[in-house]
């Protein structure tokens, strides 16, 4: 009888922690949604910009510009930013997106013929 007393006391907390740190989990989990918008960029170097400035939004926590697709992935916080405003950082950096509705100027100029190379390189 004592053992198992012993044993209670002993697979109780760790019940209590498992069932907290998965709690946890599924709460970190919901905390995010992903988006994907088509957008206007040809080169490396718009494939880095979009990258590197739209992943400095408060709440934005990853950013992949597929050159092929043309699509960019953004995983970030519902709570501080939503689809219209990933749309606008993305027009920020000079490119057009699907849902852009006045042209934006993009400041990138300088690519090869194949529309892939530019002055700023991919890191």
């Given amino acids: 009888m ?3 007393k012993n044993l209670l006391s002993l697979l109780l907390p760790v019940v209590v922690f498992l069932t ?23 080169c490396n170097g718009g494939k880095a910009k979009i990258e590197t ?9 990853s950013v992949v510009a597929d050159l092929e697709t043309k699509i960019v992935t953004i995983v970030f916080d519902p709570a501080k ?5 990933l749309v606008k950082a993305i027009e920020a950096t000079g490119h ?11 400041e990138c100029g300088n690519h090869g013929k194949d529309g892939k190379n530019c002055d700023t390189p991919v890191e």
Avoid at 81 to 85: F, P, T, V, Y
Avoid at 96 to 106: C, D, G
Wanted: charged residues 25%.
């Fill in 20 to 42: 907290f740190s998965c709690s946890s989990n599924a709460q970190n989990q919901a905390a995010t949604s992903e988006v994907k918008i088509k957008t206007e960029f040809h």
């Fill in 53 to 61: 400035e739209v992943a400095k939004v408060d709440g934005v926590s």
């Fill in 96 to 106: 057009m997106t699907e849902f852009s509705s006045t042209p934006v100027k993009s």
């Fill in 2 to 4: 004592k053992s198992m």
């Fill in 81 to 85: 930013q939503n689809k219209e405003s």
